[in-house]
């Protein structure tokens, strides 16, 4: 801040208001909505020069949607229901990017939402009870309650490699995607990380480059996604089913609209279990393993004989057998890690330009000033591409300085793993709803029921006129240890993935979102709202 701006905004200038929200993604607006439905007075700080959050950052070639597009949109108005028209059953980046401004446009969101103001500190005020903000360019705003809607996967991650800053070419990491672009067409690109993001860039880009180089340490199961196009009669069919669509999603696990078979897979004869296997296989998205047996997505047997037809479904379709060994995966179990879905990604690998490199076998030593060497080799390069995942939940977290009571800090206080109640409070940090810990899943049909529950806390507080609503010490410390215990068993907690914090060197591992299904979840939350916000002290 410089001291100009600091004498600027004099105390009484500082602008005040009932909730501030940080981030204008897809919670960030839907919060601000909700909360002048509630009465609330409320403004969103964000740090991009347009609203959409991930699909504002995350423009690299290739990225879209891996849930079906119309069980991720905004289900809270039948009029945006009933006139935006997804175009494909799979949308892509750009079009999400303006169904998102579509909605700020539609709801007159913008007047209260700044752009291209980055909140670097939240600090509660105890004598006042409240937050106060301050932007990178020194402005401050107050206001009772704070929402951080900074999103589970907005840190973007780059592994701390030697020479890193000494690269001549062009580098950028997929979820900071310029949003001029990146000029790729004859280009010898390198790839680093075969996650969701990098599987999706590798198969758009090897269409344009020159030579691809695809540094790969642990091969994942990915699944053709089979996008297409949204007809006119479907069109009219999915709109006419939007109750039964959202109604599907509140009840499935992971709020997405594929059901399980009850049936374990071990339970009928080889030939009916590939048989589902690979009628599933024809069918579009997530449905390959959300509609298969139930236990296909447990740790166990049925889970090993899935993960072998898909690796011989890659077997498959790469020519050269040794490359096709190198992209089966053979290090974690089937459904532990996010399965990524493509759309031709392993057949790229049998074009003639693309070469992929074992970075376990021969790890990266260094980035040059021509391009990237392993142990075993140099590879030059004209850009680099770091599709190296994120410092999932608590990163995007971290980089606001948020102080609560006693001068303790967030990031101190969740520097072995969060501790929050339900994911949405940390106690000692007073009406500070941290909403971006508690989804899971299909993202905007977890991150609606979740903002409704919050801001009508917030309406508990004020219409009961407490001042103050903030997590027990006690639940907390229950809440933790039933993360630690249930987070343990799942399947999402076995591999060394994101979900668990495992991608980032020396950060503690453990289960950063809830170890509960979707309706699992909900149904806490509104018996603890039903309880007069059991766990929650309110003064
Ligand atoms: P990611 O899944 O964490 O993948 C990061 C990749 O970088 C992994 O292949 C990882 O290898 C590799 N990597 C990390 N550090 C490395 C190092 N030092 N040397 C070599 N390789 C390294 O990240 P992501 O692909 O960005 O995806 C993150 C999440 O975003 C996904 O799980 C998904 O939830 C979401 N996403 C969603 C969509 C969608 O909905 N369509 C699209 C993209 C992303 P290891 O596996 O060995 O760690």
Same mark, same amino acid.
């Given at each position: ?105 539609? +709801? ?38 704070? %929402? ?38 004859? #280009? ?18 090897? #269409?344009? %480059?020159?030579?691809?180089?695809? +540094? ?22 999915? #709109? ?5 669509? +959202? ?74 057998? %040794? ?105 000692? +940090? ?52 039933? %993360? ?56």
């Amino acid at each position: 801040m410089t001291s100009t701006q600091q004498q600027s905004q004099t105390a009484e200038e500082i602008e005040q208001y009932d909730v501030i929200i940080i981030g204008a993604g897809v919670t960030g607006l839907y919060a601000l909505w909700r909360l002048r439905q509630l009465g609330f007075s409320a403004h969103s700080f964000e740090e991009g020069s347009g609203v959409g959050g991930t699909w504002f950052w995350n423009r690299y070639p290739g990225c879209r949607f891996d849930s079906e597009s119309y069980t991720y949109g905004y289900s809270f108005s039948e009029e945006l229901l009933q006139e935006w028209d997804w175009k494909e059953h799979y949308s892509g980046q750009p079009e999400n990017e303006r169904y998102l401004n579509y909605v700020a446009d539609k +709801f007159d969101l913008r007047r209260d939402i700044r752009l291209n103001s980055r909140v670097m500190s939240a600090v509660f005020d105890e004598n006042e009870n409240c937050w106060e903000v301050v932007m990178e360019d020194g402005n401050r705003a107050r206001g009772q309650f704070l %929402v951080t809607s900074v999103g589970i996967l907005s840190a973007g991650y780059v592994p701390e490699f030697e020479g890193k800053d000494s690269f001549k070419g062009v580098s950028c990491h997929t979820g900071r995607w310029p949003q001029e672009g990146v000029d790729l067409a004859g #280009k010898r690109v390198g790839v680093i990380g075969t996650g969701a993001s990098g599987v999706q860039l590798i198969t758009e880009i090897a #269409k344009e %480059v020159s030579h691809l180089t695809v +540094f790969q340490r642990t091969a994942n199961f990915c699944a053709p996604l089979r996008n297409s196009p949204i007809e006119d009669e479907t069109q009219r069919e999915i #709109k006419e089913s939007f109750p039964e669509i +959202f109604k599907k999603c509140l009840e499935t696990p992971g709020s997405f609209v594929h059901e399980f078979d009850p049936r374990s897979a071990m339970s009928v004869t080889p030939e009916e279990r590939l048989e589902q296997y690979e009628r599933l296989w024809q069918k579009s998205g997530f449905a390959k393993w959300l509609s298969n047996f139930y236990d296909v997505m447990m740790p166990g047997e049925a889970n090993e004989d899935y993960a072998e037809f898909f690796r011989n479904k890659i077997r498959e379709r790469v020519n050269d057998p %040794v490359v096709a060994e190198m992209l089966v995966p053979k290090t974690h179990m089937f459904g532990s890690k996010r399965l990524p879905c493509e759309s031709g990604y392993y057949e790229v690998f049998n074009q003639d330009n693309v070469l992929l490199v074992d970075v376990r076998e021969a790890p990266i030593e260094r980035i040059t000033p021509a391009g990237i060497k392993t142990k075993d080799a140099e590879y030059d390069l004209d850009v680099i591409v770091f599709a190296t995942g994120f410092d999932a939940v608590t990163g995007s977290l971290n980089r606001v300085y948020i102080r609560g009571e006693g001068g303790q800090t967030l990031k101190d206080k969740f520097a072995n793993g969060p501790r929050t109640y339900m994911g949405v409070q940390s106690a000692g +940090f007073p009406n500070l709803f941290t909403i971006n810990q508690a989804s899971v899943g299909n993202f905007v049909r977890a991150a609606e029921p979740l903002v409704d529950w919050v801001t009508e806390a917030m309406a508990y507080v004020r219409d009961n006129e407490y001042s103050l609503i903030s997590a027990s010490p006690q639940a907390e410390e229950e809440w933790t240890q039933h %993360v630690a215990d249930a987070g343990a068993k799942i399947l999402r907690s076995q591999a060394d993935s994101w979900f668990v914090g495992a991608n980032i060197p020396g950060k503690a591992r453990g289960l950063l979102t809830a170890p509960d299904t979707a309706p699992v979840m909900r149904a806490k939350r509104d018996e603890v709202a039903a309880n007069g916000y059991e766990g929650f002290l309110l003064q």
